[in-house]
């Protein structure tokens, strides 16, 4: 059953779903027809409000093409590329390819997304030339199946949020210690149910593929870095005072120590706080360490920068669409509406549906908590519903559907060099199957 089943998803998603970049536009549009068929917005005003907050997320923008570019310069680095590759081989066969790939990244997500994704991708891609006969795309759809327990980890955004003082629903719910949410018994239930049959379900998923995903291992290096390769083995010649310092492995090195003393800074002043921002200063300064001299480096940079465009492109339109959704009511409107149908039972998981929904066009942990927050709060204070889980429930449901929400998948597809509609058919499988323990734990726990 399960053959036919993913077959059919996967020809689905190759013959309809556009590039994520179209996907994007195809959401615009969707949500400024919506905004004026369910809410008192005239054209002027969607048309405002997609403008207005089109640039909002360009911080976050910055973050994440920071995150495929610094991974990249650190995974070209000698060091760690026989890390990953001594890690790869843990896996002689296709079904051990994809439970490695698949575990790696689920522990690395739960420590912090952005890191999750990038040692992700970068894994597969080493597995993959030590296993050729592996089906590439189900591999990159389990490395991406990892970034399914972000929001239950130590990066989880809105678990985090409530246990810091003066958060915006401080004076509602007071701090809520992350014991009640990310080490409570339904998210403990949930995390680990995931964990231990996310990789099972993609080794299935690679049973029943029909072998059309295998692909030559020499494709995946590409001619930048073999370039850059060669330049690093050549002699350093160096005739100018110029050339000199852009060849200095004494200024890579102290530029690198600097760096990780304020890493370690950080870590004493704020504990394990591995956050989006510290994740890239790590990478950064440790592959400026890892390539020894200023000119290798820059040469790697080169070579990692052309795979930040996706992001650099489409993060403003789902910018543009959050502003929409916001300004108009929308978000709010289809929050209500499930707060209307909920009992004291009922109300995380409807919760938890409202949030997969509201995560297409709102595709950012923290920003949903914003709009969704102060509705589904008082909703469940009025009704007697633990805040904790519900909570908990709205960030289940922002991770749940971004598994077939191209936003997250852009850093993983633009180091896997893949298409969205390569793994997305696969993703689909992967939701069907985590709705089942993400609903027990918010009904049952």
């Known amino acids: 059953m399960l053959k036919p089943l993913t077959a059919f998803f996967d020809r689905m998603v190759q013959r309809y779903l556009p590039d994520a970049f179209l996907f994007a536009i195809i ?11 369910f809410t008192d917005s005239s054209p002027i005003h969607m048309v405002q409000y997609w403008g207005d907050g089109f640039w909002d997320l360009l911080d976050f923008a910055m973050q994440m093409s920071l995150i495929v570019i610094t991974g990249y310069i650190l995974a070209n680095t000698p060091i760690v590329k026989q890390l990953l590759s001594k890690l790869s081989k843990l896996a002689n066969t296709p079904s051990q390819a994809v439970v490695l790939v698949s575990f790696v990244a689920a522990i690395a997500c739960l420590i912090n997304y952005g890191f999750g994704l990038v040692v992700g991708a970068l894994l597969a891609i ?37 246990a810091t003082e003066d958060h915006f629903l401080a004076d ?12 409570s018994n ?11 049959s996310l990789p099972l379900l993609n080794r299935l998923l690679m049973k029943s593929s029909d072998g059309s995903g295998k692909i030559d291992p020499e494709l995946l290096e590409n001619q930048t870095t073999a370039a850059v390769e060669a330049r690093n083995e050549e002699p350093i010649e160096s005739h100018t005072p110029a050339e000199r310092l852009e060849n200095s492995k004494i200024v890579s090195l102290i530029v690198g120590l600097l760096g990780l003393a304020y890493v370690i800074y950080h870590f004493i002043q704020n504990g394990l706080d591995l956050n989006i921002n510290i994740v890239n200063f790590i990478f950064l300064f440790l592959g400026i360490i890892f390539h020894q001299t200023p000119r290798r480096f820059l040469d790697s940079v080169t070579s990692a920068v052309k795979n930040a465009g996706g992001i650099i492109v489409q993060f403003p339109f789902y910018a543009g669409i959050m502003g929409m959704m916001v300004a108009s009511g929308l978000s ?21 549906i409202s949030a997969g929904i509201v995560n297409f066009f709102v595709p950012s942990g923290g920003g949903q908590w914003a709009i969704q927050g102060p509705i589904m709060i008082p909703a469940a204070l009025e009704i007697g519903v633990d805040t904790a889980k519900t909570a908990v429930a709205v960030a289940w449901g922002d991770a749940w559907t971004n598994m077939i929400q191209p936003f997250w998948a852009l850093p993983l597809l ?14 689909v499988m992967i939701l069907i199957w985590s709705f089942i323990p993400i609903s027990i734990g918010l009904l049952f726990f």
């Not at 006969?133 to 809105?158: E, T």
């Not at 633009?414 to 993703?427: E, H, Q, S, T």
Request: proline share 4%; charged share 10%.
């Open 172 to 183: 509602v719910i007071g701090v809520i210690p992350i014991t009640e949410t990310l080490l």
């Open 332 to 352: 709010e409107q289809l929050s209500l509406w499930f707060v209307s149908i909920s009992n004291d039972f009922t109300l995380p998981w409807f919760t938890f």
């Open 414 to 427: 633009a180091i896997a060099g893949l298409k969205v509609k390569d793994i997305m058919g696969f993703c």
């Open 186 to 196: 339904f998210n403990l239930f949930i995390v680990m149910t995931l964990l231990l």
């Open 126 to 162: 080493h597995v993959t030339r030590r296993v050729p006969s592996v089906d590439y795309r189900i591999l990159m759809a389990s490395a991406y199946s990892g970034f399914l327990l972000w929001h239950g980890g130590l990066s989880g955004s809105i678990p985090l949020t409530i």
């Open 27 to 37: 959401l615009t549009f969707i949500v400024f027809i919506l905004g004026l068929g």
